[in-house]
């Protein structure tokens, strides 16, 4: 939701139709900051947009671009530019992708730190401290 302040180990999944994004208030505290504009980007909302604005805001370093299974090329922009500025990716296998099209687009556009299946993936995401 917008203005939700965003916690250590939390999962935030952006709601249909509105971009999803980041914003540090007066306070320090960052939030989600959601935006119903269609934008530059195809999709809404769009993965690219809120990998971006996380490279806006956070130090790359401490962030992990994941990017699961879906259509089209939405995500690869933004899974190329956090791998680029220093953070891990990890893009789900062919193998457990249901369809293989945005991590697809992600590896073959160098932007993968690690391709793993699905599982693989959780496991390393829930191992993180």
Same mark, same amino acid.
Do not use: C, W
């Given at each position: 939701? $917008?203005?939700?302040?965003?916690?250590?180990?939390?999962?935030?999944?952006?709601?249909?139709? +509105? $971009?999803?994004?980041? !914003?540090?208030?007066?306070?320090?505290?960052?939030?989600?900051?959601?935006?119903?504009?269609?934008?530059? $980007?195809?999709?809404?909302?769009?993965?690219? #947009?809120?990998?971006? !604005?996380?490279?806006?805001?956070?130090?790359?370093?401490?962030?992990?671009?994941?990017?699961?299974?879906?259509?089209?090329?939405?995500?690869?922009?933004?899974?190329?530019?956090?791998? =680029? %500025?220093?953070?891990?990716?990890?893009?789900?296998? #062919?193998?457990? %992708? +249901?369809?293989?099209?945005?991590?697809?687009?992600?590896? #073959?556009?160098?932007?993968? !730190? #690690?391709?793993?299946?699905?599982? =693989?993936?959780?496991?390393?995401?829930? %191992?993180?401290?």
């Amino acid at each position: 939701a $917008h203005n939700m302040e965003l916690l250590p180990r939390n999962i935030y999944i952006a709601r249909g139709g +509105v $971009h999803m994004g980041f !914003s540090k208030k007066v306070s320090g505290k960052i939030v989600i900051r959601e935006n119903k504009e269609k934008g530059e $980007h195809f999709f809404q909302p769009s993965v690219d #947009e809120m990998f971006l !604005s996380a490279l806006e805001l956070f130090e790359p370093s401490n962030l992990i671009g994941v990017l699961l299974t879906g259509i089209g090329d939405d995500g690869a922009e933004g899974m190329v530019k956090l791998k =680029q %500025a220093g953070a891990y990716t990890l893009g789900e296998s #062919e193998k457990t %992708a +249901v369809v293989y099209g945005m991590p697809k687009e992600a590896y #073959e556009r160098g932007g993968v !730190s #690690e391709q793993l299946d699905f599982m =693989q993936i959780l496991k390393k995401i829930t %191992a993180l401290k």
